[in-house]
T-cell receptor, first 113, second 111 residues
Framework: DAGVIQSPRHEVTEMGQEVTLRCKPI?????LFWYRQTMMRGLELLIY????????DSGMPEDRFSAKMPNASFSTLKIQPSEPRDSAVYFC???????????FGQGTRLTVV | SQQGEEDPQALSIQEGENATMNCSYK?????LQWYRQNSGRGLVHLIL?????REKHSGRLRVTLDTSKKSSSLLITASRAADTASYFC???????????FGTGTSLTVIP
């Protein structure tokens, strides 16, 4: 298996633009997590899906952020409109549900200018 | 917040020495995990310890858990330059499958 795949790896966008980050979890994994990493705030859990259903989105910072998981093999995190303070590395992770350990993608480095 | 705290924030040691990192958390947990993150990369799971366990070993890694103090430690023995990375503890919320990361310890192993 190729592991958790995130795209794009890097994204530079202008303030006010819509940004969509993509994640393909490991096949057979039924839990998916989106995290954001910054120097100031560390790793923050944004949202957690189980069997494609959002279970806990309390970490989503604002209404500008939305996440979807239309099927077991794909998830998106959208920011609309983007702001410079959204600049961070966004990680997607998945786990098989019967195990605790999670497998992380390589992350998307987002820069909003 | 569930987020734990780790200390030290940064640690620099000579190759061959042992490295100890500590993690403190706030609420009751079922599991505690340790992850490593190399610069510019994703996180990699190292070891899991359950709340009913006190110590666990995996290769050069030794993890302890003291639930009464809500703390854990990660010991890396005989460190190598390749161990240079950031190390994070992660705790669950007591229910559900989600987990929350600590602030991390940046380890530098000098060859």
């Amino acid at each position: 298996d190729a592991g958790v795949i995130q795209s794009p790896r890097h994204e530079v966008t202008e303030m006010g633009q819509e940004v969509t980050l993509r994640c393909k979890p490991i096949s057979g994994h039924n839990s998916l997590f989106w995290y954001r990493q910054t120097m100031m705030r560390g790793l923050e859990l944004l949202i957690y899906f189980n069997n494609n259903v959002p279970i806990d989105d309390s970490g989503m910072p604002e209404d500008r952020f939305s996440a979807k998981m239309p099927n077991a093999s794909f998830s998106t995190l959208k920011i609309q409109p983007s702001e410079p303070r959204d600049s961070a590395v966004y990680f997607c992770a998945s786990n098989p549900g019967d195990r605790v350990e999670a497998f992380f993608g390589q992350g998307t480095r987002l820069t909003v200018v | 917040s569930q987020q734990g705290e780790e200390d030290p924030q940064a640690l620099s040691i000579q190759e061959g020495e042992n490295a100890t990192m500590n993690c403190s958390y706030k609420t009751s947990i079922n599991n505690l995990q340790w992850y490593r993150q190399n610069s510019g990369r994703g996180l990699v799971h190292l070891i899991l310890i359950r709340s009913n366990e006190r110590e666990k070993h995996s290769g050069r890694l030794r993890v302890t858990l003291d639930t009464s103090k809500k703390s854990s430690s990660l010991l890396i023995t005989a460190s190598r330059a390749a161990d240079t990375a950031s190390y994070f503890c992660a705790t669950d919320a007591g229910t559900g499958n989600q987990f929350y990361f600590g602030t991390g310890t940046s380890l530098t192993v000098i060859p």
